[in-house]
């Protein structure tokens, strides 16, 4: 007689007693070229979207002075009233019209800013329309609150990115709680027009719907002067949550400091959110924001400069190839662009780095309609993007 073979059961995984949400949430198709490529001697990163710039002194400074000053305790959980005021001069100079500190409220990055935003709205069987291609970390801040994302495909033309707004208006459903726009967009620097903000609002209003309105690229606009923004036309009942950071046109990515402008009356369950997430923003992060606010305009404008310079470069050096198909980008500081021959773009991101040694972001990080794209970040020196360009036409002329 044979004996019975005891069976061992397996051991249970620690991924079996986790929330749905978490392990939902996508790894990044961005991070897997920069892992890839980081280390290699040479290279050129234009996957990230930042420039090559460190943050000013004169705003490090301000930081340090208020270390050395002993501001090391708990903070305001809105925001320290000297921000806020801040805020609110910036935007009142901006936009041309008035208005009040309550409406501002500081958060631990641009991202925290759009978590808070979205869990005030969305939850578990609600639904948030993004249009994409668009910066990942909005649909991935949609679902790891619960929500399902929505993602309503732009239409592509050489001439620019549009939105669909046929579309739009039937991915609404009763579950619908709100839209995303970014404007100027990551990663097709689509600029929405007078049109589009007017179209969208109307849509929101007729439907009682939120918009998330994500503008941290409104400086970065090549027609001149500001982007178009729902601040243009809205009215005090408007639903419009507005999102910010100071990382782009500070050259501040690493501070993490950011905020979230909305009406006042969200205040003290805006606050409640922020205190039960990070309890606030440290002090000295926020006198260095102060500082970006209030001396930094002249650093702004070089920012745009170097964004227009590097736009220009990287778009004459590909389009004389033949081999690139993209629409010149209107806002923002990123070139979305399709090779000739080339689908796989998950591939072709590891493919560059091994072949130009220039590291890019692939297409399909950024959702439906990203598909057969890469993004170039140009808001870097013109030596390193002039490296860079030649070495992609380079590579571009063997395939």
């Known amino acids: 007689?044979?004996?019975?073979?005891?069976?061992?059961?397996?051991?249970?995984?620690?991924?079996?007693?986790?929330?749905?949400?978490?392990?939902?949430?996508?790894?990044?198709?961005?991070?897997?070229?920069?892992?890839?490529?980081?280390?290699?001697?040479?290279?050129?990163?234009?996957?990230?979207?930042?420039?090559?710039v460190p943050t000013p002194a004169f705003i490090t400074e301000a930081a340090?002075?208020?270390?050395?000053?002993?501001?090391?305790?708990?903070?305001?959980?809105?925001?320290?009233?000297?921000?806020?005021?801040?805020?609110?001069?910036y935007h009142t100079s901006l936009f041309g019209r008035p208005f009040s500190a309550d409406r501002f409220f500081v958060t631990q990055s641009g991202m925290h800013a759009i978590q808070t935003a979205v869990?005030?709205?969305?939850?578990?069987?609600?639904?948030v329309i993004v249009p994409t291609p668009a910066w990942p970390n909005f649909a991935a801040a949609i679902g790891v609150a619960g929500a399902k994302p929505v993602m309503v495909p732009q239409i592509f033309t050489e001439q620019g990115w549009k939105l669909d707004f046929q579309r739009l208006a039937d991915?609404?459903?009763?579950?619908?709680?709100?839209?995303?726009?970014?404007?100027?967009?990551?990663?097709?620097?689509?600029?929405?027009?007078?049109?589009?903000?007017?179209?969208?609002?109307?849509?929101?209003?007729?439907?009682?719907?939120?918009?998330?309105?994500?503008?941290?690229?409104t400086r970065f606009h090549y027609a001149g002067g500001r982007?178009?923004?729902?601040?243009?036309?809205?009215?005090?009942?408007?639903?419009?949550?507005?999102?910010?950071?100071?990382?782009?046109n500070w050259a501040m990515t690493g501070w993490r400091i950011g905020w979230?402008?909305?009406?006042?009356?969200?205040g003290q369950t805006i606050e409640n959110l922020i205190q039960y997430s990070t309890s606030g923003v440290a002090t000295f992060?926020?006198?260095?924001?102060?500082?970006?606010?209030?001396?930094?305009e002249s650093f702004v404008e070089h920012q745009i400069a170097r964004a227009r310079q590097g736009r220009d470069i990287v778009i004459n050096g590909l389009s004389a190839t033949g081999k690139v198909r993209f629409a010149p980008a209107s806002g923002a500081f990123y070139l979305f662009f399709s090779v000739e021959g080339k689908a796989d773009v998950r591939r072709l991101g590891l493919e560059i780095v091994d072949q130009a040694n220039v590291g890019l972001a692939p297409g399909t990080a950024f959702g439906a309609g990203g598909e057969g794209f890469m993004r170039l970040c140009y808001l870097r020196s013109?030596?390193?993007?002039?490296?860079?360009?030649?070495?992609?036409?380079?590579w571009l002329e063997k395939i």
């Open 1 to 52: 007689m044979t004996a019975a073979v005891e069976t061992i059961p397996a051991a249970p995984s620690f991924l079996d007693g986790l929330r749905p949400e978490a392990l939902g949430a996508p790894e990044s198709g961005i991070v897997e070229v920069m892992n890839y490529g980081r280390t290699r001697q040479g290279m050129i990163p234009l996957w990230a979207g930042e420039g090559d």
């Open 64 to 89: 340090t002075r208020s270390l050395a000053a002993g501001e090391t305790f708990y903070t305001w959980q809105r925001g320290i009233p000297d921000l806020r005021e801040a805020l609110a001069r």
């Open 119 to 127: 869990r005030l709205i969305a939850g578990v069987g609600d639904e």
């Open 171 to 217: 991915a609404i459903t009763p579950r619908t709680r709100g839209i995303f726009i970014n404007s100027p967009s990551n990663p097709t620097g689509w600029v929405a027009t007078a049109e589009d903000i007017a179209f969208v609002l109307d849509l929101a209003r007729r439907h009682g719907l939120w918009i998330f309105a994500d503008e941290i690229y």
């Open 227 to 248: 982007a178009p923004s729902f601040r243009d036309i809205r009215t005090p009942e408007d639903r419009i949550i507005f999102t910010d950071t100071f990382s782009k």
């Open 260 to 266: 979230i402008e909305a009406p006042p009356e969200l």
């Open 285 to 296: 992060l926020q006198r260095a924001g102060i500082a970006a606010l209030e001396r930094g």
């Open 382 to 394: 013109p030596e390193q993007l002039q490296v860079a360009t030649q070495r992609l036409v380079g």
